[in-house]
């Protein structure tokens, strides 16, 4: 066999492996060394290719499909910078659980450390943010090299997808001649046969179980948080768990708990509103603790848990450690929903409301006073999320952005039953990557939207491109306060002198020529009424769309300023107190 039918047999049988192992997409950008394997992908007819030209972008956009798929996906690239540029993607695929095959072309080994161009160290690149490295052998002519490659593809795609999820790498150096010969590329053209990886739910054994049952059994005040978590099972095991033992759910919004059609009935979702209020978080006083997922987004929820000194368990169906405050007394690392169910079965029914009541009463004082953002006349972020409650259509997606948007929504999202699915980018919850994600998502999922702030919008326009060419149907919201609005809330904000040149960094851009560059449709609005036409406007028409909202970042500050003293407020003349 000569070279390229070599290249070609043995990069054919790889990528049957990762087709019988699941992988339907593939996204990659343009080069010269990734050649091979880019073309023997297309090639493929069960594969899916997302072409994205820009590196950082790509990584990011297959982040978007994994995410909203469930499934893993993989990236592709050429040598050199092009492979580090899916770093930020590769970080936050690790930290926010989310499989990521990411395939990095390489020179071969005579070619390393000696000056050749476009080559540089990739051997292990992504460092600790992999679940698993792998440096794939150049391509010959041999079954059994050919067979154990085979099973480094399998074993990485079986590690991104099994609990907790992540991203893999695999790098590829390869020889020149670059172009494989096609008539080769037929599925396992060797025949070789294929592993298949199974992985099930840990659980607990009878033994382990028993003291946890015992310690909820004689709960009385107990709470469950729910954090960041995505699975199709846990919505319906934690609120019928909730239900039978009376504790009060503390949902975030990326817990997918406060949309859908599970039961609603212990959902507490204004908590990071009136836990903000010191005495009035000295009213929930509890005896126990169960968290699920991720840390939520409320720094107030964060410092309440701190500030508990009871035990506290964490559910998790991964092996890393959820407990940046230490306040862990119980690290229970099973599946989450299995865990539900097992304590379900396990326990009585609760016949006392009146800790869950407590909770309820103070959540609708605290929903009754954020509802008067809607009485607002200028244009406000508060407002805008407050709106979205009324403005989001059934079966459909939202992504937030960092910083602040993700803030509001927690603050503003209230319970509904209708099918809304949550998104965003809080692994490492950089405000990066976060348009390209978006679009990924909308390849997905029809009636995307995307909320998002000037600066991260600005991180990522490049991220439009994909969006366009991939005829993305995506609105994106476009919150413009020319500069960071959360360090307005900050203690940063006191430094009058340095605050804009150093946080505020107002930028002064027009995103109409954004807009017009990439081919979207495009509005400013100036008042509510044209929020909420455009908003409605946009289900109607398909491709990307953007509303640019205007607001002012000292006003934001005042807003939920006053809203959350009359919160407090509120929960001390319910409790009798006075406040000071």
């Not at 899916?48 to 499909?65: C, H, P, T, V």
């Not at 230490?326 to 029914?349: L, N, Q, R």
Request: aromatic letters at 10%; one cysteine or more.
């Amino acid at each position: 066999m000569d070279h390229a039918e070599v290249l070609s047999a043995y990069l054919t049988a790889l990528i049957d492996e990762m087709v019988k192992s699941g992988v339907t997409d593939v996204v990659l950008s343009p080069g010269s060394r990734s050649t091979p394997l880019a073309l023997l992908f297309a090639n493929r007819k069960e594969i899916s290719i997302y072409l994205d030209i820009d590196e950082r972008s790509a990584g990011f956009l297959a982040l978007g499909m994994a995410k909203a798929r469930r499934k893993p996906v993989a990236l592709l690239c050429t040598s050199g910078t092009a492979a580090a540029n899916y770093f930020p993607a590769t970080i936050e695929a690790f930290y926010s659980r989310v499989p990521l095959i990411v395939l990095t072309a390489d020179r071969p080994y005579e070619l390393q450390d000696v000056g050749a161009p476009q080559t540089i160290d990739q051997s292990g690149m992504y460092g600790s943010h992999v679940k698993r490295f792998a440096e794939i052998q150049i391509p010959e002519y041999d079954t059994r090299l050919i067979g154990h490659t085979r099973i480094l593809c399998a074993r990485a795609i079986a590690a991104a997808d099994s609990s907790p999820r992540g991203p893999v790498h695999l790098n590829f150096p390869l020889r020149e001649p670059l172009l494989p010969d096609m008539k080769y590329c037929s599925a396992n053209p060797l025949e070789l046969k294929s592993v298949s990886v199974k992985a099930g739910r840990v659980t607990l054994d009878a033994q382990t179980l028993s003291p946890i049952v015992q310690t909820i059994r004689k709960s009385r005040k107990g709470v469950i948080i729910c954090g960041g978590l995505d699975s199709e099972e846990f919505e319906e095991k934690i609120t019928f768990l909730a239900d039978k033992i009376g504790f009060p759910i503390l949902a975030d919004p990326l817990s997918q708990l406060r949309r859908g059609t599970h039961s609603l009935r212990n959902v507490i979702e204004g908590y990071d509103a009136f836990l903000r209020d010191a005495q009035a978080a000295t009213l929930f006083k509890p005896d126990l603790i169960i968290r699920f997922g991720a840390m939520p987004v409320s720094k107030a929820l964060k410092i309440w848990i701190e500030n508990q000194k009871t035990a506290q368990f964490v559910v998790d169906g991964g092996s890393r450690w959820r407990d940046p405050s230490g306040s862990a007394t119980e690290m229970i690392y099973c599946d989450e929903s299995w865990f539900c169910k097992a304590i379900t079965d396990a326990v009585p029914a609760s016949s006392d409301d009146t800790w869950l009541n407590l909770w309820k009463r103070v959540n609708q004082e605290t929903k009754d006073i954020l509802s008067g953002v809607g009485d607002e006349k200028t244009l406000n972020e508060e407002k805008v999320f407050f709106q979205l409650n009324r403005l989001l259509p059934d079966h459909s997606s939202l992504f937030i952005g960092n910083s602040m948007p993700v803030r509001e929504l927690d603050t503003f999202l209230f319970t509904d039953q209708s099918d809304l699915k949550l998104f965003a980018n809080r692994g490492a919850s950089g405000i990066d990557g976060v348009v390209s994600t978006a679009v990924g998502v909308s390849l997905v999922r029809e009636n995307t939207f995307l909320v998002i702030g000037d600066l991260s919008f600005f991180h990522d326009m490049n991220g439009l491109l994909a969006a366009k060419q991939h005829r993305a149907n995506l609105t994106i919201i476009l919150i413009n306060n020319d500069g960071g609005g959360i360090f307005s809330f900050l203690p940063q904000a006191s430094e009058k002198k340095y605050f804009e040149a150093l946080y505020g960094t107002p930028h002064g851009l027009d995103f109409a020529y954004t807009a017009d560059l990439y081919g979207a449709d495009y509005k400013k609005v100036d008042n509510w009424d044209e929020f909420g036409h455009s908003f409605l406007a946009s289900f109607q028409k398909k491709g990307l769309k953007i509303i640019e909202i205007p607001t002012d970042r000292e006003e934001n500050v005042h807003i939920r300023k006053r809203l959350f003293t009359q919160i407090g407020q509120s929960v001390a003349a319910d409790a009798g107190w006075k406040k000071p």
